[in-house]
């Protein structure tokens, strides 16, 4: 039986989708558990009607961390948040994981300082699992996406030994593939940080690391893993998710202009289109999560919708499997 604590407050649309799109994960695993943080009556209110009110806990939490909060100092003083109360939770044993669509730098903050980090990785990092375009591999992880915009070379080392063995699990590959994000294939290409990182992946004998990486390949499935610095991956994953939303609903924009198409011609290419946005935009992956954390975290978009939020929690309850985590 898996126990998640779900921070109902966080994101745009607060319980109204938290909730539901958990209670749709639950729907789906008879041994998932959801102990909800919030406020108990915008709680009762969203559950849906499905819902195992026997597989749920509601947890009064009356302050609420905003975006625009400071996180170390929102952290601190808002110890009755939802966020920060469900972090406990998980960091005193009653939660297995923790999913939330608040403020990522609270999250991190409130992660390291209530749970913990693990000894193999000196600075947690933030994953994400992007997709591409390829059958066989499907999807990578993206370390670092954002957590850490001044990491050291020998980090990403760190992020790979243990991101492997994550990989492995989570996305279900043996010997995952390595990349450095360069602007280069060669091992000479790069800015001083590149360089120093790619000769620390080289000389880990024990890593499937393959060399640098060009972002104008990812989406073809040749790694499973990306290594970068927080800045740059999260400057990538941005502009990767707005230009796929940008030229996706173009695409759809001409496709609605076009008056040749019959009804059914329309609706067919439409459906496609649609399906290919929530792909490229992570709506069908869900969130990401932070590793070097003792136990599963797992952040998505204050933007989720309920299908995008319930996949967070699938990420979650898959998580809480992996040896990585040793709460």
Do not use: W
């Amino acid at each position: 039986m898996i126990k998640l604590a779900v921070d109902t407050e966080g994101g745009d649309f607060g319980a109204e989708t938290t909730v539901f799109g958990a209670c749709l994960a639950m729907h789906d695993d008879p041994e998932l558990n959801c102990l909800f943080f919030g406020f108990p009556d915008q709680i009762e209110k969203a559950l849906p009607d499905f819902a195992d009110r026997d597989r749920i806990e509601i947890i009064s939490a009356d302050e609420v961390i905003a975006d625009e909060d400071n996180p170390l100092r929102a952290v601190r003083k808002k110890q009755n948040s939802a966020l920060v109360k469900g972090l406990k939770a998980v960091a005193d044993g009653e939660a297995d994981a923790f999913v939330s669509a608040g403020s990522s730098g609270a999250i991190y903050a409130a992660s390291l300082l209530h749970i913990g980090t693990i000894p193999e990785i000196k600075r947690p990092a933030s994953v994400t699992i992007l997709p591409t375009a390829s059958t066989s591999s499907p999807h990578y992880m993206l370390i670092d996406s954002g957590a850490n915009t001044a990491s050291k070379p020998e980090h990403l080392t760190d992020y790979g030994r243990v991101g492997s063995k994550v990989a492995e699990q989570l996305l279900g590959i043996k010997n995952p593939r390595i990349g450095l994000l360069s602007n280069g294939t060669e091992p000479s290409k790069g800015n001083d940080f590149t360089k120093a990182a790619h000769q620390h992946l080289q000389a880990y004998e024990d890593l499937n690391f393959t060399g640098n990486v060009e972002p104008t390949t990812l989406l073809n499935g040749t790694h499973d893993i990306v290594l970068t610095d927080g800045f740059t991956g999260n400057i990538m994953l941005k502009t990767v998710e707005g230009t796929a939303e940008i030229l996706m609903n173009d695409l759809l924009e001409n496709v609605n202009k076009e008056r040749q198409l019959d009804e059914s011609a329309e609706k067919f290419i439409e459906d496609t289109i649609q399906k290919s946005i929530r792909r490229y935009t992570n709506e069908d992956i869900g969130g990401g999560f932070i590793l070097g954390v003792k136990a599963p975290v797992v952040i998505t978009h204050g933007a989720a919708d309920k299908m995008m939020f319930k996949h967070s929690v699938e990420i979650a309850a898959r998580l809480t499997n992996n040896s990585t985590f040793n709460n």
